[in-house]
């Protein structure tokens, strides 16, 4: 697509390296697999929640495969994570950092997309953060876990938050920069926070430990 | 889709609740999870299988997303399902139940929506059946169990022969509704025996447990 | 498609066949399924990597739903293996040289189509690809298994390998038919070559067991 906006791309694509980073982790360290292991599921994990967005509004074939720079970031960020693997190993939490930045990111540029496609406002919301958890979510379907979607600690809300608030922000007149960056923001800190402290939503009483 | 007639959003929508209390339901009994993963996999078994119908047909973005009762129909059901989930229990094997609705309503909605949108009979009959299994496996993978359309019990089989019976009623002659209910209650009868009588498809010799 | 060239409907209808034949044997050996559930992985592990290419290159209805042959050859090719399994048995390995043989067929036959309708040599190398692991994949997970692609013995560069030799052949003058069956061959040899030498690709080396 020659007609996304400067913004859009830049968003994009640094989710895409991001998510790349965190997959090839992954692959690394939960499943043991080799090079092309790595640089698959590090691929897949940075491209998935793009290509369901684009399937969803109907933007075939996917950006993905119509503009390299989106195979080409994401096999670097790959092969970043497989030669330095072990070195990234000593920054605190890589694979949760990444993983929340890419969450972050893709909230916004999904949210972003959809209303270049003529979405509405909800629409928008709601792809957003599709596009934010469905890399991770096919990373964790293919590695065999329970998604982290699903599992609790503020995955989808923080999506969900973000891609709203730059939506409310639009719709109050802020230009698109800010209000990307601000719903980005606040997408991170809170999905940060939410690690951080260990932050959970409701558990239904069915399920209480205790009871 | 404002075209859509009442009789396949009624049956398509009376679905998506069976199915999201039903996902719900798993959500708080298998993984227990808290609210937000309860409200999400509610919302992906009510409605992954309408998805994969309308990418299929080529109806994008699909519904879901373009008509706003189908996310508050799916949201309220997970949302019913986590307040009451402790209650629910009462009922007989709810969960299973509200599966079997589900299947059938979807299977006669997707056949349905297929043939609205230029399919064949052949056709709607394969895609009603994709409809109403679709949801569950996708519950399934995601919670890491193997589907239940691949573990035996009829679940295909009556998704199809409901389908099928509709499909030949139109065909001879009778007016949609009729047909529709038809199909649908034949679907939820056998498939409510089979999980009764414990009615078993064939298995291969070589995977005799006796052999 | 009526405009599908002899050529791709030859090759994609036998990868259909083999890949049918190998799911169908892994429900038998793996899971343990019924008849339903034999034959339903196999029309999946047959079919799902073709879906998920006309998915992307925006062929809808997938050509399996609009073609009946494909539906007919992978019913057929899972039912012969539900019939057979135990004899079938007596193959040398038959399930990995079946799989072998759908995935050199699918990276050609995928790659194909992708030009016919418009791709360019990149995105026909990499929708190759995805088409030839997109059915084992989909096999893999509704199984509970991490998907070959990811798990070593070079998979997916074979794939990648039998494509882009087809397609470089093409763009130097040479024949289709030839170029096709060459880039299977190529694909098929180092498959096999690299099972029955337990070829593997590097690993990183935080994963070497002996660290």
Redesign the interface.
Known sequence: MDTASPLFLALDLTGVFAFALNGALT??RV????????I??GMITALGGG?VRD????D???AT??D?RY?SVAATGSLVA?LF??RL?RWVNPIMVLDAAGLSLFAVAGALKTLEFG?GP??AV??GTVTAVGGG?IRD???????V????E????PALAGALSMLVAIELGAAEVPAAIGGASLCLVVRLLGVHFRL????????DPDA
Do not use: K
């Not at 979607?149 to 609790?152: A, F, G, I, N, Y």
């Not at 503020?154 to 809300?157: D, S």
């Open positions: 692959a690394i499943v043991r697999l080799d090079v092309v292991g790595v698959t599921l290509i399937i969803f509004i109907d075939l074939p996917p495969f119509s390299w195979l497989f693997g072990t190993d979405g909800a629409q709601i792809l979510t379907v293919l590695v065999g876990r329970v998604p979607v699903l599992r609790s503020l995955y989808a809300i959970e939503a409701p558990v239904p009483r069915s399920t």
